[in-house]
T-cell receptor, first 114, second 113 residues
Framework: GESVGLHLPTLSVQEGDNSIINCAYS??????FIWYKQESGKGPQFIID?????DKRQGQRVTVLLNKTVKHLSLQIEATQPGDSAVYFC?????????????FGTGTRLTVIP | EAQVTQNPRYLITVTGKKLTVTCSQN?????MSWYRQDPGLGLRQIYY???????DKGDVPEGYKVSRKEKRNFPLILESPSPNQTSLYFC????????????FGPGTRLTVT
């Protein structure tokens, strides 16, 4: 079946190193992708998005890469900080009617080691 | 401050006792949605609304109802809660239908015994 998933459920990195969180999707018709960060006890918080007509988008300390050929999405966090520790979700918009219905992966827990 | 609010944040109830979780946004967003979050399953959409008086089912609508009488409010109603509805619930909103970022509320942790 179709799924939005993550290669690794947990990731530990040293403070100051770069982090890469991966996400695989299987619906080639998906045209919009978002990365969310969820800290303990809080709701998901938008980090960055990318539309399918792009392959790279940069924000502040974050970059999202989209490889439509292999249906792969990644989130790169530069100079990871303790405040980056959280669960990260990728989400894809599969609904071609424009209803803005997102399908979420199960998440990757990022732990930053001081 | 632009935000999505939910109430209550925590609720423990018994099987069969009707409850409502409120959701309100102050950003004049057209689109609102409810999700539940369960370990290992991620976020799954329950219902969504593209505008006032327009609602539709998401992936897991069974056992839930919603209404959208006003643009800012989107309550989630459990007419007869059951233990399998024990979960963490999130309300979200976005500017309009289409490819727009969704803003999430802080969550409501519901336990049904």
């Amino acid at each position: 079946g179709e799924s939005v998933g993550l290669h690794l459920p947990t990731l530990s990195v040293q403070e100051g190193d770069n982090s890469i969180i991966n996400c695989a999707y299987s619906n080639s018709a998906s045209d919009y992708f978002i990365w969310y960060k969820q800290e303990s006890g809080k709701g998901p918080q938008f980090i960055i998005d990318i539309r399918s007509n792009m392959d790279k988008r940069q924000g502040q300390r974050v970059t999202v890469l989209l490889n439509k050929t292999v249906k792969h999405l990644s989130l790169q966090i530069e100079a990871t900080q303790p405040g980056d520790s959280a669960v990260y979700f990728c989400a894809e918009n599969r609904d071609q009617t424009g209803a803005n219905n997102l399908f979420f992966g199960t998440g990757t827990r990022l732990t930053v080691i001081p | 401050e632009a935000q999505v609010t939910q109430n209550p944040r925590y609720l423990i109830t018994v099987t069969g006792k009707k409850l409502t979780v409120t959701c309100s946004q102050n950003m004049n967003h057209e689109y609102m949605s409810w999700y539940r979050q369960d370990p290992g399953l991620g976020l799954r959409q329950i219902y969504y609304s593209m505008n006032v008086e327009v609602t539709d089912k998401g992936d897991v609508p069974e056992g839930y109802k919603v209404s959208r009488k006003e643009k800012r409010n989107f309550p989630l109603i459990l007419e007869s809660p059951s233990p399998n509805q024990t979960s963490l619930y999130f309300c979200a909103s976005s500017l309009k239908r289409g490819l727009y970022e969704q803003y999430f509320g802080p969550g409501t942790r519901l336990t049904v015994t």
